[in-house]
């Protein structure tokens, strides 16, 4: 799967429509469809969509999970997350 993104403008993507399908089908690229360069909206594959709902539910139970909390775990999650996602950022902002 790709990690690539590409930005076409919306009358481009739907001249091109077939191979434009292809690449996020078959090359797993996300395609921002734009006009006037705002992004309008975003085609990815049916793989990558399945799992972006995933990851919504399991951050919807979480938040729900957590909001059960007592004050005193609940800021012991706090801080451990806001570590885990400086981490993160870091290991992201290297490899890039």
Do not use: C, W
Not at 61 to 90: K, M, S
Request: without cysteine; aromatic residues 6%.
């Amino acid at each position: 799967m790709s990690d690539s993104e590409v930005h076409m403008g919306v009358s481009e993507a739907r001249a091109n429509l077939t191979e434009v399908i292809a690449k996020v089908r078959l090359l797993g690229e996300r395609v921002v469809l734009t006009r006037r360069d705002k992004a309008q909206a975003v085609l990815v594959s049916n793989e990558f969509y399945e799992q972006a709902l995933g990851d919504k539910t399991f951050a919807e139970i979480t938040r729900e999970a957590v909001d059960r909390l007592d004050p005193a775990a609940r800021e012991q999650f706090d801080t451990a997350f806001g570590q885990a996602t400086a981490d993160f950022t870091q290991r992201r902002l290297k490899s890039s």
